[in-house]
């Protein structure tokens, strides 16, 4: 790609210089802990479910999904039928039981804190397993942003990858360290629409050069048949079940994603949440499915095959649109890039501050001095994800599907039985977390081992929520239902208010 012109080089500093100030306005705004971390629980319906959507839409999304489009054609529907539906059933299942259950609960802010009273658990392992599972699995999802980033400042501006990551991680601090979840979720909203703008901007210019879909899809055709058949890679192969259950496997994650629960704790009201769900559900399936036509376009539009896919995008911007189109299009990568990590590094943050820190010094803390830690937590969780990211070669979905694995293994299973089944105990949610988690971990080492058998093709979030739901049942069965008074009451208090 030739270098940017200044005309789309100021189109980017417009953006920076929005975000910035979006930032400091929710510094004023930020009065405590409770407003940091959770923006006071007062988001609008749009404002959460917008700001959820491009929270778990990194860039991934711009870069990952179209790359995988690129190389494999219509076979990534399969990613986007199993989004899709995990996002409808994360809102359906979860958001309103848990926006109720969550307040309930002494106003839990952080997931460790809700699964320890939930079960009014005096142990210290629940609440620390599950802490430890979000810092390690979110490490990998912050480092894959990074790594994003430093891709996108390499590419449009030829800085050198090291510094691209920094100038990234630099810019992001600025606004999380100092606005917190008003920031966060304000900047979500922003950069969301920027986001989604600049997925349907891109196939519908392309689309349109080629006389409509009919025209374009005879052109996809006559680079490659397969290309448009779901049932196929791009070999002409059929897909086995394997292959599919794994793709549409994707859709488990959404319920241990902490940075999306999170929006469902702070929406204004539990009754705002069926207009919430029609928002994030809709705005969810037409940014993946543009993301996949993203990556068609490339295959007709690009002369010359991408050494790295994942630049598609990039590469389409760059040569379809006006520059300050473009550079206000390419701003869109940075900002989902900077919309998810933001955000993993304010859950982050918040577990360290509200749950393991307060554990560590065996004291409780003010709601100042948990600011503090918070703030503190960030910068550094913010440089550890940094380390991990300084190598550019490293392909952003492949790291974004250890994460997602992970945190959806471990925590998805114990979190949506919590809200469903009245008995389960507290030994049950720490064995779903271990097994989950574990199994992750295990899987994916032994899927790269050079003996590997085919059922490690199997994507580790499906065996690892299987195995935790398993796990979190029988122990629960084997150990006894919880007889707990309070922990009984509270949930049928919660059941009630549904």
Request: hydrophobic content about 55%; glycine content about 10%.
């Amino acid at each position: 790609m030739p270098p940017l012109s200044a005309s789309t080089v100021i189109a980017f500093i417009v953006y920076v210089v929005i975000v910035l100030a979006i930032g400091v306005y929710a510094y004023v705004r930020t009065k405590n802990a409770s407003d940091y971390f959770l923006g006071g629980r007062n988001l609008s319906p749009a404002v959460a479910a917008i700001s959820a959507g491009a929270s778990d839409m990194s860039g991934w999304v711009l870069l990952g999904l179209p790359g995988y489009a690129y190389l494999a054609g219509l076979e990534a529907f399969w990613i986007t039928l199993g989004l899709t539906i995990g996002v409808a059933a994360n809102w359906m299942l979860m958001a309103k039981r848990l926006r109720i259950y969550s307040v309930m609960l002494d106003d839990a802010v952080t997931v460790p804190s809700y699964l320890q009273r939930r079960f009014a658990d005096t142990k210290p392992w629940l609440k620390m397993i599950s802490g430890l599972a979000i810092l390690l699995f979110f490490l990998f999802y912050v480092g894959s942003g990074l790594i994003a980033g430093g891709k996108l400042f390499n590419a449009v501006f030829g800085l050198d990858y090291t510094v691209a990551v920094f100038s990234g991680v630099v810019l992001i601090l600025f606004y999380t360290l100092f606005g917190g979840f008003l920031a966060v979720s304000w900047t979500d909203v922003f950069q969301g629409l920027l986001m989604l703008t600049a997925l349907i901007a891109v196939p519908v210019l392309v689309i349109g050069k080629a006389g409509g879909l009919g025209g374009f899809g005879d052109q996809v055709a006559t680079v490659n048949p397969e290309l448009l058949n779901i049932f196929t890679n791009a070999k002409g192969e059929s897909l086995s079940i394997l292959e599919i259950v794994s793709l549409l496997g994707w859709g488990l994650g959404y319920f241990g994603l902490p940075h999306v629960l999170a929006r469902f704790k702070a929406i204004r009201s539990a009754d705002e949440v069926g207009i919430a769900t029609a928002i994030g559900v809709s705005w969810s399936f037409v940014g993946y499915l543009m993301a996949i036509l993203v990556g068609l376009c490339g295959t007709v539009y690009l002369a010359d095959p991408l050494l790295d896919s994942e630049r598609v995008f990039i590469e389409l911007t760059g040569l379809i649109f006006h520059p300050v189109i473009a550079g206000v299009l390419l701003a869109a990568i940075l900002a989902a890039i900077m919309s998810t990590v933001d955000s993993q590094l304010l859950v982050c943050s918040a577990t360290l501050a509200e749950d393991l820190y307060p554990m560590l010094v065996k004291q409780s803390l003010t709601a100042e001095k948990r600011l503090q830690i918070g703030r503190i937590a960030v910068v550094a969780l913010a440089l550890l994800a940094t380390v991990l990211a300084m190598r550019p070669d490293s392909k952003v979905l492949d790291v974004v599907s250890y994460a997602w694995a992970g945190l959806g293994a471990s925590l998805g299973p114990a979190i949506l039985l919590s809200l469903y089944w009245r008995g389960m105990s507290a030994a049950g949610a720490l064995a779903g977390i271990l097994v989950g988690g574990g199994t992750v971990i295990i899987w994916e080492a032994l899927g790269s081992a050079s003996y590997s058998s085919d059922i490690f093709d199997l994507f580790s979030l499906v065996p690892g929520f299987i195995f935790a739901l398993i796990a979190i049942f029988l122990v629960t069965r084997l150990g006894g239902e919880t007889e707990n008074p309070e922990v009984l009451e509270q949930f049928d208090r919660m059941r009630n208010t549904l």
